[in-house]
């Protein structure tokens, strides 16, 4: 228990990064196909691994794109403030101050 002059912590953390995108390319597969724009991508890429490693890229970037819009870097950080300041009180500290430091 810390004593009556430490009654207050502060701690700084990086702010959450995105780390990069990778498919295993062995565990992947096609769900399912529509006709439609797949398809044709299907088409575009047979037998060609150049393409192939086309769609996989965009597959990595819109699962990329998606993960950055869906607000979990801020759930990262608020999840992690939780955890610190419940941690942080019960070992005594009555002020518990979590700031992030930018990238």
Known sequence: MPSPAAKSVEV?????????TNLDLDKSYVFAEERGL????GELVKGDPNRQQQ???????????AARDSGLAQRAEENTRKMLEGLLR???????????TAP
């Not at 797949?38 to 991508?41: D, E, K, Q, S």
């Open 38 to 41: 797949f398809n044709r991508i």
């Open 12 to 20: 700084k953390l990086p702010a959450p990064q995105f780390g990069q």
């Open 90 to 100: 019960s070992l005594g500290y009555e002020k518990v101050t979590i700031t992030y």
């Open 55 to 65: 769609v996989y890229r965009m597959a990595e970037e819109r699962i990329t794109a």
